[in-house]
C-alpha cells in the first residue's frame, strides 16, 4: 500500500497571502489527485495531477486559484493563491495503486493539511 | 454525472451493538465500483470496504459486510459488534470503470457510545 506524506499538517495564513501544500509518495504512481474538504464537509476534487503534463481541473477550480506541480512521480505541490477566509478546509492528496489501465483497487489518501485563513 | 446520497447525517450505535449506514447512488454505467471510507477525528482517510459492481456476492471485510442492490442502487455498510474505535465520519464513494477520480457522498457521523 501507497504511504503518503502531507505537509503541512496545519498552518494559519493571513489573507491574500499563499501556501504551498506538498505529497511526497513513497512509490511512483501514474496520477495524484488534490481534494478540498471545507468544515462538515464531504471531499470534493480539485484537480487531478499528471506528471508531465498540465493538471486538469474540475468545475468551479481554476489553475491561477489552485496552481499544481508535478516534477515526478512520486510528488506534486498544491498552491492556494491570494488566499481569503473561505479558502479555510483540509487539503488531501491521493492516489491509486494497481491499476492496469483501469480504475485501481484502492485510493489512499495523506493526513490532510488543515487550512485557516484569518 | 453521477451523484452518492447519504441520508444519514449522523448516527449513534451502543458498543457491540450492530448498525447500518446508507447509501444510494446514481449511474447510468454498468461496470464501476463502490466503497465505504472512514475519516476518524486524525482526518486520515482510510478504506473500509469495497464492491465490484459485477460481482453479485456482497463484500465482506471482518465486521464490516455491505448490502449491495445493484437494482435499486443501493449500497449500504453494515458494522457489527461496534467498537469505540469505529466512532468516524464514513463516506460512501463511487467510481464508474473508466474514470479515476472519486466522487463522495456527503458522509455519517457515526459514534459508537460506551
Known amino acids: 500500500s501507497a504511504v503518503i506524506s502531507q505537509k503541512p499538517s496545519r498552518d494559519i495564513c493571513q489573507r491574500g497571502t499563499s501556501l504551498t501544500i506538498q505529497c511526497q509518495v513513497d512509490s511512483q504512481v501514474t496520477m495524484m489527485f488534490w481534494y478540498r474538504q471545507q468544515p462538515g464537509q464531504s471531499l470534493t476534487l480539485i484537480a487531478t495531477a499528471n506528471q508531465g503534463s498540465e493538471a486538469t481541473y474540475e468545475s468551479g477550480f481554476v489553475i491561477d486559484k489552485f496552481p499544481i506541480s508535478r516534477p515526478n512521480l512520486t510528488f506534486s505541490t498544491l498552491t492556494v493563491s491570494n488566499m481569503s477566509p473561505e479558502d479555510s478546509s483540509i487539503y488531501l492528496c491521493?492516489?491509486?495503486?494497481?491499476?492496469?489501465?483501469?480504475?485501481?483497487?484502492?485510493?489512499?489518501f495523506g493526513q490532510g493539511t488543515r487550512l485557516t485563513v484569518v | 454525472a453521477q451523484t452518492v446520497t447519504q441520508s444519514q447525517p449522523e448516527m449513534s450505535v451502543q458498543e457491540a451493538e450492530t448498525v447500518t449506514l446508507s447509501c444510494t447512488y446514481d449511474?447510468?454505467?454498468?461496470?464501476?465500483?463502490l466503497f465505504w471510507y472512514k475519516q476518524p477525528p486524525s482526518r486520515q482517510m482510510i478504506l473500509v470496504i469495497r464492491q465490484e459492481a459485477y460481482k453479485q456476492q456482497n463484500a465482506t471485510e471482518n465486521r464490516f459486510s455491505v448490502n449491495f442492490q445493484k437494482a435499486a442502487k443501493s449500497f449500504s455498510l453494515k458494522i457489527s459488534d461496534s467498537q469505540l474505535g469505529d466512532t468516524a465520519m464514513y463516506f460512501c464513494?463511487?467510481?464508474?470503470?473508466?474514470?479515476?477520480?472519486?466522487?463522495f457522498g456527503s458522509g455519517t457521523q457515526l459514534t459508537v457510545l460506551p
Open positions: 491521493s492516489v491509486e495503486e494497481g491499476g492496469r489501465g483501469h480504475f485501481a483497487a484502492e485510493a489512499f
Open positions: 449511474t447510468s454505467e454498468n461496470n464501476y465500483y
Open positions: 464513494a463511487f467510481v464508474e470503470g473508466s474514470a479515476r477520480q472519486l466522487t
